[in-house]
């Protein structure tokens, strides 16, 4: 069988949007997983979520991860880095799994270069 050759040039723009989808897919699926066994994780920033050599991601830090939360309004910590603080969280009137979400949009938002 011939092996066949592509002879592709990309773009550095093309290579990163790629990338970045890659890193953002991977991370949704890691918080599905987490809410399928009602975990809340309270810490998802770009650094703690860390590529290993085969380039899939791991998420580190789950000291202030929260388990059994099952509702919008079960949780009522009042944790994480204030960078990425749902505004939930600020209104102390309890939180759940849409703050995961707040932050993996601020996550991504940061690192967007204007």
């Not at 998802?44 to 979520?49: G, M, R, T």
Request: glycine fraction near 6%.
């Amino acid at each position: 069988m011939e092996k066949v050759s592509f002879n592709v040039q990309y773009s550095e723009y093309e290579l990163l949007f790629v990338f970045c989808n890659n890193i953002l897919l991977q991370t949704h699926k890691t918080l599905v997983d987490f809410f399928n066994y009602s975990l809340l994780f309270f810490s998802l920033k770009p650094e703690n979520v860390i590529l290993d050599k085969e380039g899939y991601i791991r998420i580190s830090d789950f000291g202030l991860s929260k388990a059994n939360v099952d509702s919008h309004n079960s949780a009522f910590s009042f944790c994480g880095t204030p960078e990425y603080l749902a505004p939930e969280i600020l209104s102390k009137n309890g939180h759940g799994k849409p703050v995961d979400w707040w932050a993996l949009g601020k996550s991504f938002n940061s690192k967007r270069k204007d």
